[in-house]
């Protein structure tokens, strides 16, 4: 359902989304940044990395908690704001205890309300992983590691979102045949 916003209201969501916009940036950089310096402090392999790629790690968990955390604020932001579905009369509660379906109806729910932070976990351990298996092959360069892991990283990354993308575009098709049945029962 789309929500017609008037100028007020666009401008305290711009607001809002702005101050944890820069929250979730300042965020970051110090998880970033006390990560990097726990790592160079603990562990031999990290110090000797470039700083390029240092500096790549600290982006990236900037960045993973600037879209993840701002993106998680604005669904409450409308949740609070606009309250739940209008097509939809019952509460969350209610509807949590009579979800029909098993265990893969629930799972889809989930996945559904928190792609992006199962995508982020998943991208992040599996590229962690290559990376570690990539340190672990003696008989490449530094040169050859780092394309390889980037290789892999682009990869993992194009494979989450595809995957993403089919099972949102399946969930879709889903709760559109179940509109149209239910519009049809009236």
């Known amino acids: 359902m789309v929500k017609v916003l008037s100028e007020k209201q666009e401008k305290e969501l711009d607001t809002f989304l702005l101050t944890n916009t820069v929250y979730s940036t300042a965020l970051g950089t110090v998880v970033g940044v006390a990560a990097n310096y726990l790592l160079t402090k603990t562990w031999p392999f990290y110090r000797r990395l470039p700083m390029g790629i240092k500096g790549s790690l600290i982006g ?3 960045l ?3 879209t993840v955390r701002t993106e998680g604020q604005a669904q409450i932001y409308e ?3 606009y309250g739940s579905d209008p097509d939809v009369q019952e509460t969350e509660e209610l509807s949590a205890l009579t979800k029909p379906g098993g265990f ?13 932070k199962i995508l982020g976990s998943v991208w992040a351990v599996a590229a962690g992983g290559s990376v570690y298996a ?3 092959n003696k008989h490449i360069t530094w040169t050859q ?4 892991a980037r290789m892999y990283a682009q990869a993992l990354t194009i494979a989450g979102l595809l995957g993403a993308a089919a ?5 879709k098709k889903a709760e559109e045949a179940k509109k149209a049945e239910n519009a049809h029962k009236k």
Do not use: C, H, P, W
């Open 60 to 62: 990236a968990s900037i």
């Open 64 to 66: 993973g908690f600037m």
């Open 79 to 81: 949740r609070v704001t």
């Open 104 to 116: 893969a109806d629930r799972s889809m729910d989930y996945f559904l309300e928190n792609k992006y």
């Open 134 to 136: 990539l340190y672990l």
């Open 145 to 148: 590691r780092i394309v390889q």
């Open 167 to 171: 099972v949102t575009s399946i969930a």
